[in-house]
């Protein structure tokens, strides 16, 4: 699904990222592009139209051009658009407070109906309802078996009636769930190969009936642009409140996903990518449009360039404690690694012997949290530069801390035996890096 039109969308901006500047023919040409990537998906060519004015107007403004990335920027209006189309916001399937809840699909024959009605009742069954299915589809031949099948793979009740009157059978199965305690009856209706006059007054006649709640358009996503001719008949005479787009794990090219909230107005609710009853996924528009434009590996290139950062910044910090330029930042970032270390105590003691030697004496733990209230009374010059911390400096701190000046000496010292340790130990720490980068 998509598959074609995001090769084609993705080629397009990776043409663009290129370039550094974006000039108005730059646009232009992307723009044509991008219409005849549509209308080859197939999707409706009012709505390729409208699609490819509005991104246009939008990546032509002169902050788009002018940015300092224009090519991301043109791209995050294209996802901006394209999920617009989609339906910009999720729209959730929510059930009225009436019980039993009634839900009615509609649709042509082959759409996926029958299987969508198990679908959605596996789905509201796992969210903790009792659902109820309706076989109303008394025209295609097995549909109510078919239903009964998969109701009895999924445990939920199937109401059958007569088979032979549609209306009868759903106002039946409104009865039976109340009977049987089910707060949801998803009634089955029968399609046809094409919009027809019987269908249309069949479905109006069991919409007058038993009044839903709610009426999903179940769609097949391999309907190109057709699907608005389709839509547009359900919706005049019908009407109805979402769609659920089946057969999404085909190679469709995805025109009638793309054209059907722009030419109805209807969101699409669920899109159903597996003949499975559970494969029934609340649809969201700006996921998908992340999608068809290969947001993923984008997103995973950001990711991976964000880590060869850190990997550059970690070097120049392990250079420079390397080089023993330690300062009393690096002492407050070991003092917190201490601690979540769980201490010094569990630090201690986790070296050889180091259990003996806490039964000895007493470990100071609070001597931590002073280190670090008198690091932060020093200016951000002093803790880069140790060395400036002449008496006088070291007198303010100390106030400043509402310590003892001797601790702040205390403090001094340790700091400075630590990074004669570090000195001695370089050379072994350099030698081990030499040794693992020949390897
Ligand atoms: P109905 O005539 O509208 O009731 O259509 P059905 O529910 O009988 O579906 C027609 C065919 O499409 C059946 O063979 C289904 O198994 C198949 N089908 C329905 N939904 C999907 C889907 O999401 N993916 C795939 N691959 N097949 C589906």
Not at 390 to 412: D, F, K, P, Y
Request: aromatic share 2%; net charge neutral; proline share 3%.
């Amino acid at each position: 699904m998509f598959d074609n039109l995001s090769d084609r969308l993705q080629g397009i901006f990776s043409g663009l990222r290129g370039k550094g500047r974006l000039t108005e023919d730059d646009i232009n040409s992307a723009m044509r592009e991008v219409r005849m990537a549509m209308l080859e998906a197939d999707v409706n060519f009012k709505v390729v139209k409208q699609f490819v004015a509005r991104t246009k107007e939008r990546c032509l403004d002169a902050e788009v051009l002018d940015s300092l990335s224009p090519t991301q920027n043109v791209i995050k209006i294209v996802t901006d658009e394209l999920t617009e189309l989609l339906g910009r916001t999720d729209s959730k399937l929510v059930l009225s407070s009436r019980i039993p809840n009634v839900i009615m699909l509609v649709g042509l024959q082959g759409s996926g109906k029958t299987t969508a009605a198990a679908k959605l009742a596996y789905r509201l069954k796992a969210e903790g309802h009792s659902p109820l299915l309706a076989a109303c589809d008394v025209y295609r031949p097995a549909a109510a078996d078919q239903l009964e099948t998969l109701g009895n793979e999924i445990g939920v009740r199937v109401f059958r009636g007569d088979g032979k009157d549609p209306v009868a059978i759903a106002e039946g199965g409104i009865k039976d769930a109340i009977a049987n305690l089910r707060d949801v009856v998803i009634v089955d209706t029968a399609g046809r190969l094409h919009v027809d006059e019987q269908m249309m007054e069949e479905a109006q006649a069991i919409k007058r009936a038993v009044k839903p709640d709610q009426i999903l358009m179940v769609v097949d996503a391999m309907t190109g642009q057709d699907v608005v001719n389709v839509a547009a008949a359900f919706a005049e005479r019908v009407d109805f409140d979402g769609v659920i787009m089946s057969k999404m794990d085909g190679d469709a090219r995805g025109g009638g996903a793309l054209s059907i909230r722009e030419v109805t107005g209807k969101p699409i609710k669920f899109i159903s990518a597996g003949e499975k009853p559970d494969s029934l996924e609340e649809f969201h528009p700006d996921r998908m449009a992340r999608r068809i434009l290969g947001m993923g590996d984008m997103l995973s290139l950001i990711e991976s360039a964000v880590k060869v950062q850190q990997e550059e910044e970690e070097k120049a910090e392990t250079e420079r404690l390397m080089k023993s330029q330690l300062n009393l930042n690096d002492f407050i970032t070991m003092n917190r690694q201490i601690r979540k270390m769980g201490g010094v105590s569990k630090l201690i003691a986790a070296l050889p012997g180091g259990e003996k030697a806490l039964g000895q004496g007493q470990v100071d733990e609070g001597a931590l949290d002073r280190m670090e209230v008198i690091i932060n009374s020093m200016t951000k010059a002093e803790r880069e530069k140790p060395e400036l911390l002449n008496g006088s400096r070291r007198a303010r701190i100390a106030a400043g801390a509402g310590v003892h000046v001797s601790e702040v000496n205390q403090l001094m010292k340790k700091f400075n035996e630590t990074k004669k340790m570090m000195k001695k130990m370089m050379p072994a720490v350099e030698d081990m890096g030499n040794k693992k980068g020949k390897k």
